[in-house]
T-cell receptor, first 113, second 113 residues
Framework: DGGITQSPKYLFRKEGQNVTLSCEQN?????MYWYRQDPGQGLRLIYY???????QKGDIAEGYSVSREKKESFPLTVTSAQKNPTAFYLC????????????FGQGTRLTVV | QQQVKQSPQSLIVQKGGISIINCAYE??????FPWYQQFPGKGPALLIA?????SEKKEGRFTISFNKSAKQFSLHIMDSQPGDSATYFC????????????FGKGTMLLVSP
């Protein structure tokens, strides 16, 4: 089945650690996105990529980094510089940007312990 | 700066009633307005979308009404069912390249049996 796979579903991080969230898609989509979801805040864009080896900052990129070495993969690293990393992280993909449907993964819940 | 304002934040409707969620936008360059539905612990999924060349779009029990002059659009759920209980997000984007979806903050809908 085509879709987006995020792993792990739950992740615990100690203060000062970097962690990497995985996102893989087999929809042959060019564009991929990372969103952060907090209660009452909606979905806020962290980073997005329209093509391999290229990515753009979203509204809340500080403390995060990404790479896009393969079309299918768009991992997100939450660095120790992110002051409040506890959140629900959603990866999405679409055929392109603009007027196209975004397909979302099931999310990763990150908790700082 | 929030570009898409969504209301209400939460909504309780009796089974069989009509659920109405409203969104307003500021950027007149937006030309694609989707609604996403999210169940707890899952990623959002596209429910229905509209472009500004029509004032209404209906898919089953779900209808989008669009008012270009007022820069507002709304989702109507007719004959609401307990299975419709979820969080609904409106969003907007532009046709131009590098445009990404801007989401409202979400409405938590509870349909009581």
């Amino acid at each position: 089945d085509g879709g987006i796979t995020q792993s792990p579903k739950y992740l615990f991080r100690k203060e000062g650690q970097n962690v990497t969230l995985s996102c893989e898609q087999n929809l042959n989509h060019d564009a991929m996105y990372w969103y952060r979801q907090d209660p009452g805040q909606g979905l806020r864009l962290i980073y997005y990529s329209q093509i391999v080896n290229d990515f753009q900052k979203g509204d809340i990129a500080e403390g995060y980094s990404v790479s896009r070495e393969k079309k299918e993969s768009f991992p997100l690293t939450v660095t120790s510089a992110q002051k409040n990393p506890t959140a629900f992280y959603l990866c999405a993909s679409s055929r392109g940007t603009g007027r196209t449907e975004a397909f979302f993964g099931q999310g990763t819940r990150l908790t700082v312990v | 700066q929030q570009q898409v304002k969504q209301s209400p934040q939460s909504l309780i409707v009796q089974k069989g009633g009509i659920s109405i969620i409203n969104c307003a936008y500021e950027n007149t360059a937006f030309d694609y307005f989707p609604w996403y539905q999210q169940f707890p612990g899952k990623g959002p999924a596209l429910l229905i979308a509209i472009r500004p060349d029509v004032s209404e779009k209906k898919e089953g029990r779900f209808t989008i009404s669009f008012n270009k002059s007022a820069k507002q659009f709304s989702l109507h759920i007719m004959d609401s069912q307990p299975g419709d209980s979820a969080t609904y997000f409106c969003a907007a984007s532009m046709k131009s390249g590098y445009s990404t979806l801007t989401f409202g903050k979400g409405t938590m809908l509870l349909v009581s049996p």
